[in-house]
C-alpha cells in the first residue's frame, strides 16, 4: 500500500500507486484520484489508464495532469484546482514521491487566494518543504 500522507481533510499525496491499491484508497475515503505523473516516466510504473480504470471501478473520480520536470504551467494549476474543486470529497494526488502533487496542489491554492504561509505549514506537515516555490506562492496568492 501506497504511503499517503494527508495535507489537509481536502488532499492527500502519494507516491506511485498502484491499481491494485485503489480498492483500500476508496476504502479510506477518498473520492477521486489525480495522477501528476507523465506515463513511461520509469520503467514499471503502472500506466496512467490502469489506475484510472481501476478508480472508477470503485467509482471514484480520476483525472491525470502529469507534471514533467520542464516544471508548472497555469493550465496545470487551472487543472489541478479544478479537480480538486469538482470532487466534493477527499481527494489522493501522486506522482513518483508526492512532490510535484503537493507542489501543484499549493500553487492551484494560492491562486484561489489561500495565505501562503498557511500553505507552507500543511504541507510541512505531510513532510513536504515548499519554501522554495514561496516566490511564486506569493505572486499567486496576490500577496507579493
Not at 17 to 40: K, S, T, Y
Not at 78 to 84: D, P
Not at 106 to 127: F, N, T, V, W, Y
Request: glycine fraction near 8%; charged fraction near 20%; hydrophobic fraction near 45%.
Amino acid at each position: 500500500m501506497a504511503d499517503i500522507r494527508r495535507i489537509n481533510d481536502q488532499i492527500s499525496v502519494a507516491p506511485q500507486i498502484e491499481p491494485a491499491d485503489l480498492a483500500d484508497i476508496a476504502q479510506q475515503g477518498f473520492v477521486a484520484v489525480i495522477n501528476n505523473r507523465p506515463d513511461d516516466e520509469d520503467a514499471g510504473q503502472p500506466a496512467g489508464e490502469a489506475v484510472r480504470a481501476a478508480a472508477e471501478a470503485q467509482g471514484m473520480l480520476y483525472h491525470a495532469i502529469p507534471v514533467t520536470q520542464a516544471g508548472f504551467s497555469a493550465n496545470q494549476v487551472e487543472a489541478m484546482r479544478a479537480a480538486i474543486d469538482a470532487a466534493n470529497g477527499p481527494v489522493l494526488a501522486y506522482c513518483r514521491s508526492g512532490t510535484r502533487s503537493t507542489n501543484l496542489w499549493a500553487l492551484a491554492q494560492a491562486s484561489k487566494g489561500d495565505r501562503p504561509d498557511h500553505l507552507i505549514e500543511q504541507a510541512a506537515g505531510a513532510g513536504y518543504n515548499l519554501t522554495g516555490l514561496r516566490p511564486l506562492l506569493d505572486q499567486l496568492s496576490g500577496k507579493a
